[in-house]
């Protein structure tokens, strides 16, 4: 159970960091309304209609200065995100002006949001259920349009609808059980006891199995596919590198939690979100004529899910290429035959004693061919079994599989428990346990610290 603190006033910037068109800054909570007008010239907002948008200007009470020119909406509860009287303040933007309206807020009687506190609200008030609230986390972070999908869609409740309906079978059949085990009427009521349990934990399994089936595709979608590409100097890394960014939508993001300079590049390639490892090694080398290093094409082959091995077949294997053929034996990979325009050099037959044919890919960065080719060989390595349909529940959370992966040790258990011949009453032990996991994942049984470091992993002013 939880314990229910006292839902003060919070605010926070809502939009991101930078300069922007405008901004919004958010407040939530009992005096939210009482202490936006504490700093707004204009319209009584504690006396206006709710869901109402009102112009005026946000002045700070000590001065009278002006600081901007905003329209407020006003969303009184409880229909509103939080469930709490709402306020959005949408400013001109500029960090300046944005953050002065914060302070404000702040000195006037509200009080900073923790990152995540909005959403946390909204789920403490029932407004959402625990994977809706973490898909707002998905939805923020998605890279491309599936990845966004796949968080719609668990926003909708989907997840949670299929989750509801396993713990309600596994209710029903403890229910069952129970009234078995209190009047045993029956001669043979351990063996019909035994046979619900056995049924239903095997089907339970088989669904939580094919959910965990869709969770790497899902760690994809929602993390990025770590690529590397790697070959030696020349074969045209940079170039295919730049392909893709440009051709395709190039996501640059700044990773919120680390070091603020650190970038990550992503590229959509027809809905698989392919994070590039490393491309600072590749482009140095555009400027300086300089080998990477085996080793540091090492490492990025590590930290690789994928990696595109670029080979030149306008000339002959040499021992590096040999290397890194060796190198990459056990990953998932592409080898790119580039530079097909020129007159081939390089041995096929040689290349296929170290390489399977359909891992091989010929192109012309230069004369862009073979280009949709490689796009379409990325997809279908991650895509391949899946189908493009919105409706298809994807796990795609960490958490969730963690605790899908444990529901489904239960309820091994329960079968195991079975097969040895355990009483009934200590087999029923664990298909609760079963019950209780799945619950975990929608928020119908949840724990205080979970709540905790679930919520902290939101960007702030959500
Ligand atoms: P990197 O050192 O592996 O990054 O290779 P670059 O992308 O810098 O390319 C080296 C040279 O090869 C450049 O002059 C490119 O224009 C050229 N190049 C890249 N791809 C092709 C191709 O498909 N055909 C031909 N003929 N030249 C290419
Ligand atoms: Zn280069």
Known sequence: TMTVTEYDTIAAISTPPGEGAISIVRLSGEDAIAIAQRVFKGKDLTAVATHTINYGHIIDPKTNIEIDEVMISVMRAPKTF????????????????????????????ARLAEPGEFTKRAFLHGRIDLTQAESVMDLIRAKTDRSMKVALNQLDGNL?????????????????????????????????????L????????????????????GKVLREGLATAIVGRPNVGKSSLLNHLLHEDKAIVTEIAGTTRDVIEEYVNVRGVPLKLVDTAGIRETTDKVEAIGVERSRKAIDQADLV??????????????????????DKKRIVILNKTDLARKLDETELQK???QDEIL??????????????????????????????????TNA??????????????????????????????IDMTNAWELLGEITGDSYQDELLTQLFSQFCLGK
């Open 399 to 428: 958490r969730h599989i963690g605790l899908l992966n444990q529901a489904e040790d239960s309820l091994d258990a329960v079968l195991s428990g079975i097969s040895a011949g355990m009483p009934v009453d200590l087999v029923q």
């Open 308 to 329: 595109m091995l670029v080979l030149n077949s306008s000339e002959a294997l040499t021992t590096e290429d040999q290397k890194l053929i060796a190198a990459t034996q």
């Open 354 to 356: 170290y390489v399977s």
């Open 82 to 109: 939080t469930r709490e009287d709402v306020i959005e303040i949408n400013c001109h933007g500029g960090i300046v002006a944005t953050n002065k309206i914060l302070q404000l807020l702040l000195s006037n009687g």
């Open 160 to 196: 949670s609808h299929l989750i509801r309906n396993l713990r309600q079978d596994i209710l029903d059949v403890l229910a069952q059980v129970e009234v078995n085990i209190d009047y045993p009427e029956y001669d043979d009521v351990e063996t019909m006891t035994t046979k619900l």
């Open 362 to 395: 010929a192109t012309s960065v230069l004369k862009n061919s073979g280009m949709d080719e490689l796009e379409e060989k990325i997809a279908i390595l991650f895509f391949g079994g899946i189908e493009n349909s919105q409706t298809t529940v994807m796990v």
């Open 198 to 217: 056995k049924e239903k934990a095997q089907e339970v399994k088989a669904r939580i199995q094919q959910l965990l089936k869709t969770a790497q595709q």
